[in-house]
């Protein structure tokens, strides 16, 4: 059994299974298919297999999203048009099941968890929610570090736990999601201080805003990249980062940890990942891109860490909307390694 820490996790993070990648190759190439035929498909399923160490991985079902929603100090420099009330008043939308991802997810199939584990309004209980803040919202990272170290590894152990639990439930994928406006900003703040792209080229239009508030937020992006002297992951992370991007980071670390594909969403997950990855290079073997966000930042951190989004729609709304609607073609891909026949079997003749 794992220690649900950090450092446990850490350490438990190991590279794909050559044996079972090699069998998953030879299998593939039995398939009653044109070699090659299913493109990326085909790698994806390599991949998993290597991912799990035995082929055929495992039909990745039931699927989990665990949605992480937290708040923004740096709200209060107007780089959002959006009051920061939505973000407790989504919890309850997603509570509901009346958000974009609650139909997204009843389509492909995927069980949602949401996690407060920084927004600023006290939450109440209720079915659906896991109550974990960590702090009622982030500092302004534009005067001072959002969190301390001590509250960004708190986040990350949330995120951590939030996977292991899923996991024991019976998960056999993790799809992550997010909401917390403002969080484009410490995105791209965080995509810019990992893969050292200039800051304006990562800063995107987030919700949809106008010039005016664009330029304010790239000058915050900017002057936060400028002035962050941390060396460590987690130092960058409290510096720049949202509650919710720490529980992220400590999601998909724990997803790679436990062998579990981590199917990652827009632009929020996809800064985090790329703390994951500064923290532990493997784990990236254990992500897989669920779709190409409109937000520039997102592609220049899927660019970093050498990943293909699956779909690309244009999609620019968060919440794991653009994971759960990878779902199917992960599922198709892994599919095709338990059900298709053999040239043997089928009595198809080879060419
Ligand atoms: C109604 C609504 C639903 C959302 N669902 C996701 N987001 C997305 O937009 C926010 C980030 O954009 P920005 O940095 O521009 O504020 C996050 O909450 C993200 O999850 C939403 C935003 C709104 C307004
Ligand atoms: O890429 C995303 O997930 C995204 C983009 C804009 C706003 N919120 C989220």
Known sequence: MLDRTLAG????????????????????????????????????????????????????????????AGDHGVHAQGVTPWPQEVTAQMVANFLAGGAVVNAFARQCGAGVTVVDVGVKSPLDPAEGLELRKVRAGTRDLSVEPAMTR????????????????????????LLTGDM????????????????????????????????????????VVTSAVVGLHAEDPVDVLAAVGGLEHAALVGYILRAAALRVPVLIDGVIAASAALAAAALAPACTAAMVAGHRSAEPGASVALG???????????????????????????????????????????????K
């Open 9 to 68: 996790t850490l350490a438990a993070i190991r590279p794909l299974d050559d044996e079972a990648i090699a069998a998953a190759r030879a299998l593939q190439a039995r398939l009653t298919k044109p070699p090659g035929s299913l493109g990326v498909l085909e790698i994806l399923a390599v991949r998993l297999a290597g991912l799990a160490g035995t082929c055929p991985p495992p039909v990745p079902e039931p699927a989990a999203l665990a949605i992480f």
């Open 150 to 173: 001590e509250e960004a590894l708190q986040a990350i152990e949330v995120g951590i736990d939030i996977a292991q639990q899923l996991v024991d439930g019976g998960a056999k994928i």
């Open 180 to 219: 917390g406006i403002a969080n484009t900003t410490p995105s791209a703040a965080l995509i810019a201080a990992f893969t050292h792209a200039d800051p304006a080229s990562v800063t995107g239009l987030g919700t949809g805003i106008d010039s005016e508030t664009h330029a304010r937020k790239v000058a």
């Open 304 to 350: 970093y860490l050498e990943l293909e989004p699956l779909v690309d729609l244009g999609l620019r709304l968060g919440e794991g909307t653009g994971a759960v609607l990878a779902l199917p073609i992960v599922a198709s891909a892994v599919r095709v390694l338990h059900e298709v026949a053999t040239f043997d079997s089928a009595g198809v003749a080879h």
